[in-house]
């Protein structure tokens, strides 16, 4: 499984991922799984992957190929002219791998099994930064006021803390403090998540490549989150008035 | 869906169910999750229920009906000798009922269709109070210090703070806070749990029905709670130190 956030904040974009990869418990693999396209001072495109390993990877490797190929007539990912465009684009590709994988295979359960979602978000000169969640079905929905985030993969464990947490006009500090603590109630409760855990952030504007990091298991904020939390949290229980028996 | 969650505390059992079931989104209902046996000062057996309803009613009908023929020589819930056997009859139930509904149907997916979990708990004169996570498939697993609570149905949304939060030795009004906020950071997120909710104890040795309530979706406690809740959560969040870019 997988575990990633993109946060629409009043800043900019924040995205984070986790890296695990497995194929059954004793079949487990570190991939990354954010991605980043950019042309400085005009665009920054950053996706990130969750389903299929074989899938993610073709989608990734098609979006670069096309780049990579001028004289190509395939649009490409930097000559898109909006992010509208570029989910569209990202979309396409996603079903196409997809699709192919299924039609060149019989059990009638494959379409499952190749699936895979998508998180893309950036900015491109003209517009604001957007956010889209991709559908292996090629179609995309984009964050809104009203749905400020998205999530893919193992998506339930730290969702209740970011419903609670998230604010739009959070700093990229406090937003980096809420998705550790999303994902720290993940991994404290599902396997198939893993350190290290990559971050990246895009502030409205720069057109470049924000802040970005690794979280290794062995983090000392991170440690320091993770201990902390417990204590927050219980203290915070425990400010609440004990239920009282009639 | 459904979500229930029985605790092991050093005082006894608690036990709390949601009621909704739905069949879409627009075929809803309120079903009570939560049933009980007792022979009082001899034993007390309480199960909850998540899965297929038409399964667990016949689980539930058949149970019932033993008990209340008493000539016939099928077991009963009410004269097994040890929770250890009441589990096993549970599960044996569980399994037929399941069984019977597959083997009439030509779907190969019916299975999971059919399906239901069970947690069934209590004490029987001569043991202590033991704990259970029944199968669909018959078997089960029982309650230990690693493991001292079962969550059946949407169990994602609610568990990290179940992790978090849960000792050994919380009195019933502390567990009645906690099982509430795990419910809340459950109701916040999956329309198909529904208010209201179904609360019992069993106090070790009392070999009675402890403390029983439904708390209704206007019950002031638990909206004292769950809007205290954010705010304490946000004061967590808050009291712990900002992520600081290098």
Redesign the interface.
Known sequence: MTYCVGLRLDQGLIFMSDTRTNAGVDNIFTFRKMFTWSNPGERVITMMTAGNLATTQAVVSILNERMKAPAEREPSLLRAPTMFQVAKMVGATLREVVQAQVQSDDDPESASTFSATVIVGGQIKGSEPRLFLVYPEGNFIEASDENPFFQIGET??????L???YRPDM????A???L??SFD??L??NLSVGMPLDLQTYASGSFKVG?E?RFEASDP?YA??SQ???D??????K???????E
Not at 171 to 174: T, Y
Not at 232 to 237: H, V
């Open positions: 339930k464990y730290g969702r209740p803390i419903l609670r947490g700093s990229f500090e406090e980096v403090k809420l550790l603590l109630s993940t404290k409760a802040r990091k904020y320091h989150l902390g939390w417990g927050a949290l219980n203290a915070a229980i400010s609440l008035d004990d239920f009282e028996f």
